[in-house]
């Protein structure tokens, strides 16, 4: 008998990664970045303000004026700026 195989990968769902930014324009409109940017989900508070921590300037450099943070529907906090 072979061992059981192991489960198929799949993306974490919001439940397991609530955590996320919206990332906004000076008018508070969401702003389109790059794929690598885009849409991350994270699984705690740390998890999201250490990502954005490391990626802030490539985010205002693809135009976000300022993030909020979330923790699915509930807004936790922002928008914070991103600029000096």
């Avoid at 885009?38 to 450099?61: H, I, M, N, Y």
């Amino acid at each position: 008998m072979l061992p059981d195989q192991p489960p198929t990968f799949r993306e974490p769902s919001p439940t397991e990664n609530p955590w996320w930014w919206s990332l906004e324009d000076d008018a508070g409109a969401a702003v389109e970045v790059s794929p690598e940017h885009a849409g991350q989900r994270f699984p705690t508070q740390a998890d999201a303000e250490s990502w954005v921590g490391e990626v802030w300037a490539d985010l205002a450099e693809q135009g976000v004026d300022g993030v909020t943070l979330h923790e699915g529907d509930r807004k936790v906090y922002g928008p914070m700026s991103l600029h000096a």
